[in-house]
């Protein structure tokens, strides 16, 4: 694991913040998570585990050798991702909550997933694998999965986005591309030397962060570019807020980027190691998960 010290100059603005609260500790790195009423859904590596905060009891279900993410398709089913310790082999499995159990599974057999995302309004998930290759599938019947597209790369992909019925995904090579599901048009629509660690598209703008630590802002219609530079770090992931993207960073400072000013407002030392996930809850409520084992909870006012 890279060792880094972050040293970066930024412009800091009054705050108030209650202390980040520990909601969970774990003894594994904890990569995706869901805050619902009551309850926390989280990955703990082999297992999904639901804890109930207000009954204060556990469930858990056996998801696969490394769970990596999962989706709530309905208040009553979940689809989860995880890589199979077997070389080469990733799962999707059907949880039904009210029977805490695995009603049906998929086993892709040519690559480990890197990326995952669910298609609203489809019974459809597309996810990016170790073969390089951005594999779309749909599930209308649950025993009998099919592969509707392939997509093959000149390289991983890191990060798949989809929005307005397109999706939208970046590979190492530097590039970006939007693939349609009216026409099933795969179109490079920006390109760059490095590799992407994550990108946004925010009304007329493209915003990108690469493994070098830059955080670019890039008008699509003239072409104009703003940069920030991390120094010694560089953005996992990120989420737009109140004219703010809150950023998760490798090591595991939380940045809040003004979108308009483009600068770094504000820097958090949350966590101990990169931020795997931040997900907003209400009223200036965040949760972020961590390689350092935790889910913790932070106001940002």
């Not at 799962?91 to 890197?114: A, H, L, Q, W």
């Not at 003004?258 to 209400?282: C, G, R, T, W």
């Not at 009223?283 to 913790?296: C, E, L, R, V």
Request: overall charge positive.
């Amino acid at each position: 694991m890279l060792k880094y010290k972050i040293s970066i100059s930024v412009l800091f603005f009054p705050l108030m913040l209650l202390a980040q609260d520990i909601v969970k500790n774990s003894n594994y790195s904890l990569r995706d998570f869901i805050i619902k009423n009551d309850s926390l859904y989280y990955l703990e590596h082999t297992e999904l585990r639901l804890f109930d905060f207000k009954n204060n009891t556990n469930l858990n279900c056996f998801v696969g050798g490394f769970g990596l993410e999962f989706y709530e398709l309905s208040d009553s089913e979940i689809l989860t991702v995880a890589n199979e310790l077997v070389k080469n082999v990733s799962s999707f499995r059907f949880y039904d909550k009210k029977s805490n159990t695995i009603t049906e599974s998929f086993f892709y057999k040519k690559g480990k997933v890197i990326d995952f995302a669910k298609i609203p309004e489809l019974n459809v998930f597309a996810f990016s694998a170790t073969n390089k290759k951005i594999i779309f599938i749909n599930f209308d019947d649950r025993k009998n999965l099919k592969k509707i597209i392939e997509i093959k790369l000149d390289a991983f992909s890191r990060r798949l986005v989809f929005k307005n019925k397109e999706l939208f995904y970046c590979t190492d090579s530097g590039k970006i591309f939007r693939y349609s599901m009216n026409d099933y048009k795969n179109e490079l629509i920006y390109k760059t030397n490095a590799i992407l660690t994550d990108f946004n598209f925010i009304d007329d703008n493209l915003v990108y962060s690469t493994i070098d630590g830059d955080i670019v802002k890039v008008d699509l219609k003239s072409k104009k570019e703003q940069k920030l530079k991390l120094t010694n770090n560089f953005v996992l992931n990120s989420l737009r807020h109140d004219g703010n993207l809150i950023c998760g960073s490798w090591k595991g400072t939380i940045y809040v980027i003004d979108l308009e000013e483009f600068k770094v407002a504000k820097e958090f030392n949350y966590h101990e190691a990169a931020v795997l996930k931040i997900s907003y809850y209400k009223d200036s409520i965040f949760y972020s998960s961590s390689i350092d084992k935790t889910i913790k909870k932070w106001i940002i006012k």
